[in-house]
């Protein structure tokens, strides 16, 4: 029987390539810093980590991310060297150090897209969640210069009770900046969003109508459009009677198509999970991928707890594993979700 293509190979592999960055996010969830943490991949590292990479059955999409990978000086080298070896090189970075030079040499290394994070339409906002003044003209700034080097975009956004009711405005921003999709990402409460007050995060049925009128509005946007860390949006899709969402059939993928590797090599199903599944200097990240007993466990479904385990929306949700781990166990409910299942006649 063939092995399922989750198990054999990720579709999308996320590489914090350093936790140095320029900027001090309220939200951070690598709690980043402005000098490399101590472990961070070296230079040989990094390089053998893109030939493992590419020995996947298939080769998966790497996200160069960090803190902000342009602070590292071999950024461009790693991601031309990604790029022949037949892996599909993405890069996510705030903006600030974008410049028409640098995106030219990123061009010529062959990064096929860039993400842009911007959390508000107006710069006082935006500035004020990332830390820094200017921070917003940066990104403008940063999507003129690869809007005219014809380079695609995406617009990432953490959704917060601060701008939940802003999503469409900055979707329209989004499109007039020219960029291809909107990505929106529900707060995971790990980094320095762990320690946000309590009233600083939404209850479950506020962001139920969130996602509700987001789902509702996604058949009409003119770019691509796609909610992240929010599992249920799929369940609410179905429940909607709307088409399938077109950018995943699935809402968690931790482990089942998706891995993330630290800045020091360390391997999770997911940035915000901090459970360790593996580390590249001791073993290969495809053994890792396929028999991590984290990963097969994300993979089993008896091994889940609580409503999670018994909906019938299971097969396209699965919940958030780093909110229910937030909470203590990671293969418990997810907390944001106030979906009350019927159960579920398979598990019976």
């Known amino acids: 029987m063939a092995e399922h293509p989750r198990l054999s190979s990720p579709r999308l592999v996320a590489w914090e390539t350093t ?43 790497v996200i160069l991310s960090g803190g902000e990978p342009l602070m590292r000086p071999d950024i461009t080298s790693l991601a031309k060297l990604g790029t022949d070896l037949g892996l599909r090189m993405l890069l996510s970075t705030n903006g600030s150090l974008v410049t028409h030079s640098l995106a030219k040499d990123l061009r010529r290394a062959g990064i096929k897209r860039f993400s842009l994070s911007l959390d508000a339409p107006e710069a006082d906002a935006h500035d004020q969640f990332r830390g820094q003044a200017g921070s917003f003209d940066a990104i403008v700034s940063a999507a003129s210069i690869f809007k005219s080097l014809d380079l695609p975009f995406q617009i990432n956004s953490t959704i917060t009770p601060q701008n939940i009711l802003q999503t469409e405005e900055i979707s329209d921003l989004a499109a007039r900046l020219g960029a291809v999709a909107h990505h929106v990402f529900l707060l995971v409460p790990v980094g320095r969003a762990k320690d946000w007050k309590e009233g600083e995060n939404l209850p479950a049925d506020q962001y139920e109508t969130a996602l509700i009128k987001l789902r509702k509005r996604e058949e009409f946007l003119t770019l691509e459009f796609k909610a992240t860390c929010a599992p249920q949006y799929q369940r609410i899709g179905r429940q909607l009677g709307l088409p399938i969402a077109k950018r995943s059939s699935r809402g968690c993928l931790g482990g089942q198509g998706f891995m993330f590797i630290g800045h020091d090599g360390v391997v999770a199903a997911c940035g915000y999970l901090p459970l360790p599944a593996g580390h590249v200097l001791n073993d290969h990240p495809v053994e890792i991928y396929k028999d991590s007993p ?50 579920n006649e398979a598990l019976q």
């Open 294 to 343: 984290l990963f097969n466990e994300l993979r089993d479904r008896t091994r889940y707890r609580g409503r999670c385990r018994e909906c019938e929306y299971f097969n396209v949700c699965g919940g958030c594993r780093a909110r229910a781990y937030a909470l203590g166990d990671h293969m418990g409910p997810e907390p944001l979700c106030p979906h009350r299942p019927k159960l």
């Open 19 to 61: 936790r140095a960055c320029n900027l001090s996010c309220r939200h951070c969830r690598a709690t980043a810093q402005t000098t490399p943490a101590a472990g961070q991949l070296d230079p040989d590292q990094s390089r053998t980590l893109l030939y493992q990479l590419a020995s996947f059955p298939e080769p998966p999409m």
